[in-house]
T-cell receptor
Framework: EDQVTQSPEALRLQEGESSSLNCSYT??????LFWYRQDPGKGPEFLFT???AGEEKEKERLKATLTKKESFLHITAPKPEDSATYLC??????????FGTGTRLQVTL | DGGITQSPKYLFRKEGQNVTLSCEQN?????MYWYRQDPGQGLRLIYY???????QKGDIAEGYSVSREKKESFPLTVTSAQKNPTAFYLC???????????FGSGTQLSVL
């Protein structure tokens, strides 16, 4: 059974204070690892797909990396508007997404 | 604008009542999904459909039903058999060649 564990559950940063969110996974035949951003009361918004170990993708202040066991979402010099819950999900040979419980990020002034 | 529309935004269910959540997409995607989100838990798959007139149970299908009569529409009915229906319900779709899901804005269902 595919499993995804995200840590920490919650993270509070000051504006400009860089940090990383972790997504550890076990999956049979990784077809893709996905990062989403979710604002309160809204649906998840797609950020990145990573397909193989060593792959990296960037978007503004966010950078996602992937190893054979985990993925990191690095946030560089965050701003208050980066506050949200960040979800990680994996797709394996069953072609079904398994989601983690998310990391709630709060960025304060 | 292409996207997924869920309605209503908020829904209240009385005991013993069936309620239906609407999901419409104009992305021309074949596959559509229903997820349930509870605080502190990951998204859990209720039902999914890969093609019109066909659908499969997900991990937590008991107490729910769906139909897929049109490519654009995938309504979810929460039946009276679902004893703990209070949750945030998310509809999603994806294109055939990609695992990436596009989500609607969700429906919050509560019990009166």
């Amino acid at each position: 059974e595919d499993q995804v564990t995200q840590s920490p559950e919650a993270l509070r940063l000051q504006e400009g204070e860089s940090s990383s969110l972790n997504c550890s996974y076990t999956v049979s035949g990784l077809r893709g690892l996905f990062w989403y951003r979710q604002d309160p009361g809204k649906g998840p918004e797609f950020l990145f797909t990573l397909y193989s170990a060593g792959e990296e993708k960037e978007k503004e202040r966010l950078k996602a990396t992937l190893t054979k066991k985990e993925s990191f979402l690095h946030i560089t010099a965050p701003k208050p508007e980066d506050s949200a819950t960040y979800l990680c999900a994996v797709s394996g040979t069953a072609s079904k997404l398994t989601f983690g419980t998310g990391t709630r990020l709060q960025v304060t002034l | 604008d292409g996207g997924i529309t869920q309605s209503p935004k908020y829904l209240f269910r009385k005991e013993g009542q069936n309620v239906t959540l609407s999901c419409e997409q104009n992305l021309n995607h074949d596959a559509m999904y229903w997820y349930r989100q509870d605080p502190g838990q990951g998204l859990r798959l209720i039902y999914y459909s890969q093609i019109v007139n066909d659908f499969q149970k997900g991990d937590i299908a008991e107490g729910y039903s769906v139909s897929r009569e049109k490519k654009e529409s995938f309504p979810l009915t929460v039946t009276s058999a679902q004893k703990n229906p209070t949750a945030f319900y998310l509809c999603a779709s994806r294109e055939a060649s990609n695992e990436k899901l596009f989500f609607g804005s969700g429906t919050q269902l509560s019990v009166l």
